[in-house]
């Protein structure tokens, strides 16, 4: 059974609040007393009360303190808070805090201070949360409410808007965009391939390629009027990228073909088909491009490492970069591949060697026996990529250079038994020619600023002077008199 604590620490939105605790001869009083109370204001207020409440300078103030105390550190205003309204002999004094992080915080700021948290502390922060307006009569109930609500937009703001250039949400959309296209694409290319092969079912055989087939398809449709298109050849030659003796073969299989007859319905439905499925492969083309100037602008040395996709996949089953960077090598070994784990763990059987990593090419050049060591290594130089990724100010692709070196280096090692170089003198090459690579990507980073301000500048002058021009009246033609005519 936890202490009975002597105050209590209540977060608000407005600010900190002391709450002092009855006092109790053992925690399992106050328990029963707390749950009996909950329902009824008056009750509680009878076991809780406000001792000491610091509201928030302003709504900056308040954003400042709710990011400390979610990443568990104590700001400055809360240890100002406690330092002036807990007892000065703090030896026996006991506080009940909501988070355990937060503990370790305050143990540093007050050494002599016992914390205590879990338990009877949250059922009565449960209580003080639903009771608070009557607890604090003094403040004003209607700033409360405006007080929550500000600081939860400002929090979430801050939050979604964290870290604006690494754009780690993007590429996770992306990543799985591609996915879900990749099956589509074979989906419906096996479609149009058994459609089609009802009229001209020999060109599977000569385009096995699904983009290929479909733009033919589109360009031949009815093989019995390609003689009314004089333009056929050369349009199938551009398709085929120019290979003279595919063409003809493919002519002269329509010349000559088994299929059925269809009626120019079904053929203009089949045209329309052929013609989505083709332009869904080359937006996949283009969605893998993006993905892959995403991925150098967010995790370079992961992409140079192990490619943008096997990389963005990686981030995207993390959760973001930040959580991928937080993995050990052992986890992202076998990301990917939660099931087999827990199935092995379950049946006694040898655990997965890798999960996502399989699809690297590094896994694939590996022989047989050396697979395993192999996946272990490249998740170890994975998670070295992801941290300098996530956590340099300006990430670039030279440390994922170096550290693919050494994976090949290390593959050659299995091989051959050459002895690669030693770690720290690879990250040290690394880190020497990292700096050029920096000072470069800052110059451009400030080149592209001016540039854009520079636009901004100018358009804005060209807005005023519009406005300007709008807002000035025209000048009157002036009549003419008539003694002036006579």
Same mark, same amino acid.
């Given at each position: ?425 690879? $990250? ?5 020619? /990292?700096?050029?690579?920096? !000072?470069?990507?800052?110059? &451009? #980073? +400030? %080149?592209?600023? @001016? ?7 100018? $358009? ?5 002077? /519009?406005?300007?021009?709008? !807002?000035?009246?025209?000048? &009157? #033609? +002036? %009549?003419?008199? @008539?003694?002036?005519?006579?």
């Amino acid at each position: 059974m936890s202490e009975v604590p002597h105050f209590v620490l209540y977060e608000h939105a407005a600010g900190y609040a002391l709450m002092k605790i009855k006092e109790f001869e053992d925690a399992g009083l106050i328990v029963q007393e707390v749950d009996a109370a909950h329902a009824d204001g008056y009750k509680f207020s009878q076991i809780v009360e406000l001792k000491a409440f610091d509201p928030f300078k302003n709504t900056e103030a308040a954003l400042e303190n709710c990011n400390s105390i979610s990443e568990g550190l104590a700001h400055p205003d809360l240890t100002n808070f406690l330092q002036k309204e807990l007892p000065k002999k703090k030896k026996h004094v006991v506080l009940g805090i909501n988070d355990s992080k937060l503990a370790g915080s305050l143990t540093e700021a007050f050494p002599d201070l016992k914390l205590v948290f879990g338990g009877v502390i949250t059922e009565i922060l449960r209580g003080t949360r639903v009771h608070f307006e009557r607890l604090a009569k003094d403040l004003p109930h209607h700033s409360l409410s405006k007080a929550q609500l500000s600081l939860g937009h400002s929090y979430s703001r801050s939050k979604v808007k964290f870290d604006v250039h690494r754009v780690d949400n993007m590429v996770i959309q992306s990543i799985a965009l591609l996915d879900q296209l990749d099956k589509d694409i074979n989906l419906f290319g096996m479609r149009i391939r058994e459609w089609y092969s009802y009229h001209y079912p020999e060109l599977f055989r000569l385009a096995p390629d699904q983009y290929k087939y479909s733009r033919l398809a589109v360009a031949i449709l009815d093989r019995n009027k390609m003689a009314e298109n004089e333009n056929l050849e050369n349009e199938i030659l551009e398709i085929l990228d120019n290979d003279a003796e595919k063409t003809a073969q493919i002519i002269e299989a329509a010349r000559t073909s088994m299929g059925m007859d269809i009626s120019d319905l079904d053929l203009e439905n089949i045209k329309r088909f052929a013609a989505r499925v083709a332009s869904l492969m080359e937006y996949r083309q283009q969605l893998h491009e993006y993905i892959k100037d995403r991925m150098d602008h967010c995790a370079p040395s992961l992409s140079a490492l192990i490619g943008e996709q096997v990389g963005a996949r990686l981030i995207s089953h993390a959760g973001s970069l930040t959580n991928l960077a937080k993995y050990p090598a052992s986890t992202v070994q076998i990301l990917g591949a939660e099931k087999a784990l827990f199935r092995a763990l379950k049946t006694r059987s040898n655990t997965p060697k890798y999960g996502l990593l399989f699809h690297s090419s590094f896994i694939g050049k590996a022989g047989t026996k050396n697979k395993g060591r192999v996946s272990r290594y490249l998740a170890n130089k994975c998670s070295i990529a992801a941290r300098v990724d996530c956590f340099s100010e300006t990430p670039v692709s030279t440390y994922g250079e170096f550290l693919r070196q050494q994976v090949e280096d290390r593959l050659e090692y299995f091989t051959s038994g050459t002895v690669p170089k030693k770690n720290i003198d690879v $990250m040290k090459e690394a880190e020497e020619a /990292a700096v050029e690579v920096k !000072e470069k990507v800052i110059k &451009k #980073k +400030k %080149k592209a600023a @001016k540039k854009a301000k520079r636009l901004a500048e100018e $358009m804005a002058t060209g807005a005023a002077e /519009a406005e300007v021009d709008e !807002e000035a009246p025209k000048p &009157k #033609k +002036k %009549k003419k008199s @008539k003694a002036g005519d006579e």
